[in-house]
């Protein structure tokens, strides 16, 4: 077992010594199953959340709504998730009402996949209701019980099940992909901030090429914000190789490179996701340094700009269209500009004032922008003398 099992086992075994079951649910048995790193221990048990409280001195109510309880232990936090049925539905997404239960067999009818759908004591037993073990060793997603219900019933599932088939490089079941197609509509009414993160996780993943022909061929990809033109823009997207993504923000700035070119739209399309800010900034910047990595005219100004690590995310998109260029070549010009940052400037406003003619206005934050550009570009040294002799002559020729 894996440490963080390990860990957590002392936890399980006094849920059970007061009388409870309690198992190892979700990514993490399927992930250990199957020998990949894990992320995070999702415990169920039979306990109340009430109960899970009365057990251990140290719990944190952190979603208590739908049964969870933290439980701390020498410093790590293990989330303990009573069995819960759902049922309601009625707006495709997220049930009317969660029900605890006392059966694992209720729970794990409830979760998506068959992979998704294993439970594990405490000993490392594997109890397996529905073939997860067998799909998960062929590779393969399959929905537990009837597709195109379970899909009805949440339709990010969908979103889900492509996201694993990039992120596991799984293939999809036959019936599992019917219901996808004949369910595809429904992705409009989730949260796009839900399937975002989904999209995120597939293009991440270890087969995006995988991923986005189930987005595509499924139809889910009309139904995301700013999507539906794109068919066989995505289906380009398909056939690339070497896939090298590990940034959200790399994610974005390879859509928008690929289908919103321009700044303002690239604003406009990660709005409609619900980007943060920053992820729009950076993606606009990542973007134009794509476009000049690729047309190979990478000026300094750009460099400067842009900044190293989005240097290497703009690289990396830019490796994915076939630019020949090297991260070692890009990032040693950035390495080699005489500034990394305003700060470094040898002149600042305040001195220009003192030790110039200037007076306060806008001229003097143009004529400091392009002090900056000139040591950037190299055309004048970084040493304040020659600022302030510069500065003296762009003032004068105004
Ligand atoms: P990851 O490796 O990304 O964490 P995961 O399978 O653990 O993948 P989570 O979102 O952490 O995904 O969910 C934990 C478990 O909860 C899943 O394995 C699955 O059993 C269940 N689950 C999550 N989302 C859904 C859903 N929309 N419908 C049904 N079951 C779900
Ligand atoms: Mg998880």
Avoid at 63 to 80: P, Q
Wanted: charged content about 25%; hydrophobic content about 40%.
């Amino acid at each position: 077992l894996p440490v963080e099992f390990e860990r957590a086992r002392v936890i399980m075994q006094q849920i059970e010594a007061a009388g409870f079951e309690a198992y190892f649910v979700g990514g993490s048995v399927r992930d250990t199953i199957s020998g990949n790193l894990i992320h995070d221990v999702d415990i169920a048990s039979s306990a109340y959340p009430e109960e899970i409280k009365k057990i251990f001195t140290h719990t944190v109510d952190t979603g208590i709504d739908h049964g969870t309880v933290m439980v701390l232990d020498h410093g790590e936090g293990y989330e303990v998730t009573t069995f819960r049925t759902e049922s309601g539905y009625q707006d495709f997404r997220r049930p009317d009402s969660v029900t605890f239960v006392r059966s694992l067999s209720e729970d794990l009818k409830r979760r998506d996949f068959t992979i998704n759908a294993l439970a594990m004591r405490e000993n490392g037993e594997v109890i397996d209701l529905f073939n997860g073990l067998k799909d998960l060793k062929n590779g393969v997603i399959r929905a537990v019980g009837t597709p195109q219900q379970r899909f009805h019933e949440d339709a990010l599932r969908m979103m889900r099940a492509a996201r694993f088939a990039s992120q596991l490089d799984f293939k999809i079941e036959s019936k599992t992909m019917a219901g996808i197609e004949a369910n595809a509509p429904l992705l409009a009414k989730i949260a796009v901030e839900r399937t975002r993160v989904e999209l995120e996780k597939l293009f991440l993943g270890q087969n995006p090429a995988d991923g986005i022909e189930v987005f595509v061929t499924t139809g889910l990809f009309k139904y995301c914000p700013m999507l539906a033109p794109f068919e066989a823009d995505l289906r380009q997207l398909a056939t690339l190789s070497e896939w090298n993504l590990s940034l959200s923000t790399e994610v974005w700035a390879l859509l928008s490179y690929t289908f919103y070119f321009q700044n303002k739209q690239i604003g406009q399309f990660l709005r409609a996701w619900k980007t943060s800010n920053q992820v729009i900034n950076d993606t606009v910047q990542i973007v134009r340094a794509v476009t000049e990595i690729l047309e190979e005219e990478q000026s300094p100004m750009m460099l400067f700009q842009t900044g190293r690590d989005r240097l290497v995310s703009a690289n990396k998109i830019a490796l994915l269209f076939g630019g020949e260029l090297q991260t070692n070549d890009i990032l040693a010009h950035y390495d080699a500009l005489p500034i990394k940052n305003k700060s470094e400037l040898k002149i600042d406003g305040k001195q220009l004032l003192q030790e110039t003619e200037l007076q306060p206005g806008p001229q003097l934050g143009t004529i400091l922008m392009q002090l900056e550009q000139a040591v950037v570009n190299g055309t004048i040294d970084n040493q304040h003398g020659l600022l302030i002799e510069a500065a003296r002559k762009m003032a004068k020729e105004g």
